[in-house]
């Protein structure tokens, strides 16, 4: 019996090349758990019928001494990534029944590695939530306790690498999407810096923010993930190479200074998931790491900001979605109401408010009170971040204030969800790649939930990330 608990890409990869067991035994372990666990969970959507086949062209091409690391290694894909004739809904019933007519870039370089495609993962609809509890299909629950969210919006993938229902994910992250996700589920996420991974392929919910990212076990599979997957892609105007980490050597053995912005963290952070932080900070002074103070004026506005930019970018992006071309179509006594009762059943709740409040701070009169006013203080917050940056190597927050909260604890005070989100969202508005990693476990009523510290590097400095990410979980270990 493979040991799913315990495997990672590397111990999986070398497993496949010496025939401890195939691509396809290691495929049915993890189909073997879906069917035991994804009716509780909700985590897949759907699972491939075709897994099995794929696993085959990969025992095929390991047989002809061409594996790289992900050959053979099943990966599940949130469902907002497009793979060419499968279905992909943003788990919606506004594209409930869609078909993906092209591979994301993210996709055709998985394919070229020989990974195995498992399914396609539960999420907040169109990526709008952090709990996951705003799919149309249903919310998914966390394998650490199954009366709390897994996080969100990329939950389903999160709950599918937990509950080792397969080994790796990838997710989306647009303020927060991927690393909280992990945090709640004791995962690696990771948010690359923006344009490092192409968006070709991943239904847009905020352009200037969104990235595809893994979600995975350990610091090493979340590099590995990113290597494949990363690089300019001429259909995303947007990407950018970035270096490898053995471009930036001086990783290596380096004596890291690390800032904490301690005066954002004197509110709304529980007592212990600050206490385990604390605990987490003198863990990494013990081990040479230099920890600062360090002054972000302008961090306490962010959250604020990005509840502007992200529905100002909403209202635009699914505009197109409007019953003529894509998904569902309603008719009407006219065009207006056939728009009108198509996005009215097409859309949920969450999905409406932010088209709302999108469109509102984009109307006349308010576009210069609102929005461009939010995109002044991004850019202040840009300058704050590359000060920062000038005397220390990264910076370090706890990846959320709280552990999993409870299913519908906060489904009715979307201001409560929203802050959920204040210590990831400054990664996204200023396009910084930032890493949330395992940092322990906080005790809810009787149950040990998982809490997460969150890195960010400069721009464009993974290497950095997954550096101190390795020291960290070694640390721990």
């Known amino acids: 019996m493979i040991n799913l608990k315990d495997l990672t890409i590397r111990k999986a990869h070398e497993a496949l090349v010496k025939g401890d067991f195939t691509a396809v035994e290691l495929a049915q372990a993890y189909l073997s758990e879906i069917e035991k666990k994804n009716k509780e969970l909700n985590a897949f959507l759907e699972v491939y019928s075709d897994v099995l086949t794929q696993a085959e062209a990969a025992d095929a091409k390991i047989k002809a001494g061409k594996a790289t690391l992900l050959t053979g290694i099943p990966i599940s894909i949130k469902d907002n ?13 506004m594209l409930e029944n869609y078909t993906g007519t092209y591979d994301a870039t993210v996709i055709t370089k998985l394919k070229e590695e020989g990974a195995v495609f498992i399914g396609r993962t539960n999420m907040d609809e169109f990526a709008m939530g952090g709990s996951t509890e705003n799919s149309a299909f249903g919310v998914v629950k966390n394998p650490y306790d199954t009366a709390r969210v897994p996080g ?11 509950a080792d229902m397969c080994l790796v994910s990838l997710g989306s992250d647009t303020g927060g999407s991927i690393r909280q996700p992990a945090s709640y ?5 990771l948010k690359p810096t923006y344009g490092a991974v192409s968006r070709h392929g991943l239904m847009a919910m905020t352009s200037s923010f969104d ?30 190479d970035t270096p490898t980490s053995t471009e930036l050597s001086e990783t290596k053995d380096k004596k890291y200074k690390i800032g904490i912005p301690y005066e954002f963290l004197k509110e709304g952070v529980d007592a212990d998931v600050l206490q385990n932080f604390n605990e987490s900070i003198d863990l990494l002074k013990k081990h040479g790491c230099e920890i600062v103070d360090i002054s972000l004026p302008n961090i306490r506005y962010a959250l604020g900001v990005y509840y502007i930019i992200v529905p100002a970018e909403v209202s635009s992006n699914l505009a197109r979605f409007d019953g003529v071309k894509y998904g569902l179509h309603k008719d009407g006594k006219d065009l207006l109401e056939d728009y009108l009762l198509t996005r009215q059943e097409g859309f949920g709740k969450e999905v409406r408010r932010r088209i709302m409040l999108g469109t509102y701070v984009l109307s006349s009169g308010y576009y210069d009170a609102y929005y461009n006013k939010a995109m002044k203080v ?19 927050v706890p990846t959320s204030p709280m552990p999993a909260f409870k299913i519908g604890e906060k489904s009715e005070n979307p201001l409560a969800m929203y802050l959920a ?6 990664a996204n508005i200023t396009s910084l790649p930032a890493m949330s990693v395992p940092a322990g476990f906080v005790e809810r ?11 960010t590097a400069p721009y ?9 990410g390795k020291l960290f979980e070694g640390l721990r270990s």
């Open 81 to 93: 990534i497009l793979i060419k004739g499968k279905k992909v809904s943003s788990a919606s019933k």
């Open 152 to 162: 969100g919006s990329s939950g389903g993938a999160a709950a599918a690498v937990a």
């Open 185 to 189: 589920t004791n995962l690696v996420g």
């Open 211 to 240: 990235q595809i990212g893994p979600l995975t076990k350990t610091v090493e599979d979340a590099e590995i993930v990113f290597n494949a997957i990363k690089g300019k892609d001429i259909m995303d105007a947007t990407s950018i």
């Open 378 to 396: 991004r850019e202040l917050l840009k300058q704050d971040f590359e000060k920062v940056f000038s005397s220390v190597d990264a910076v370090l």
């Open 421 to 426: 989100d204040i210590f990831t969202v400054s």
């Open 445 to 455: 009523e009787g149950k040990q939930l998982p809490v997460g510290i969150q890195f």
């Open 460 to 468: 464009a400095e993974e290497p950095t990330l997954f550096a101190l």
